[in-house]
């Protein structure tokens, strides 16, 4: 998975005061051509979320049958495919717990207006089995996740999955100081030697810095 926020310049101060000083501004042509989607933000408070969260439950618990009777056939696409709104889900409102970071108590997911890439569940790369040692799981739970050995495994296993752009794509290139600007001038010239100048020379006219933004947007 791979998130996106849908903000304006304007707006991404709080933001980056979340989640670091650092970015790419890629445009929302590019975001479609890729098959990124706005997450549906829920309440926890609501009848519908608890209804939504039942009904996905019980879709998993069938799922979970099928697997292990070895009647794969009944995985139908339709079936997968109502599953799959579980990977576009997103809490409302809930605590925001970052390493390094305090914790914030009651923090507005929503305020982010995440788009969201997730490989889809029918690319050739990936499987519906998980009990074959060589496929990918769609879905993962918490229990398979909660340590840096067991995240680096399961990253590693997808690492031929790829979310790729153009330097035409890029809007803006984010750092966090002014005295980092040349440092990043310097590495597009040296390691992006395959685009023209032409090209380099607009990236660097979409450099911004952290300070800028604060300051004066």
């Given amino acids: 998975m791979v998130s996106f926020c849908d903000l304006k ?14 970015g790419i501004g890629l445009t929302k042509e590019w975001a479609n051509r890729n098959g990124l989607n706005p997450v549906l933000y829920i309440s926890q408070h609501s009848p519908f979320t608890e209804g939504l969260i039942k009904g996905l439950d019980g879709i998993h618990a069938h799922r979970r049958k ?4 070895g009647d794969y056939d009944e995985l139908t696409t339709d079936y997968m495919n109502i599953f799959n709104t579980y990977r576009f889900v997103k809490n409302y409102e809930a605590p925001l717990q970052r390493k390094g970071h305090e914790k914030i108590e009651k923090y507005r997911f929503a305020d982010e207006r995440e788009w969201r890439y997730v490989p889809p569940l029918d690319n050739s790369s990936l499987s519906l089995s998980i009990n074959n040692s060589s496929s990918i799981a769609p879905f993962v739970p918490i229990s398979s996740i909660k340590t840096e050995k067991q995240k680096r495994e399961l990253n590693s296993s997808i690492s031929h999955i790829g979310l790729h752009f153009e330097p035409e794509d890029i809007r803006y290139l984010i750092v966090e100081r002014d005295d980092e600007i040349s440092e990043l001038i310097t590495h597009l010239e040296e390691v992006k030697g395959r685009f023209n100048q032409q090209t380099r020379d607009r990236l660097k006219s979409r450099i911004l810095t952290a300070e800028q933004i604060n300051l004066d947007i």
Avoid at 9 to 22: A, D, I, P, R, T
Avoid at 66 to 69: C, H, L, N, P, T
């Fill in 9 to 22: 310049l304007s707006e991404v101060s709080s933001h980056m005061s979340k989640y670091g000083h650092y």
């Fill in 66 to 69: 099928f697997e292990e009777s």
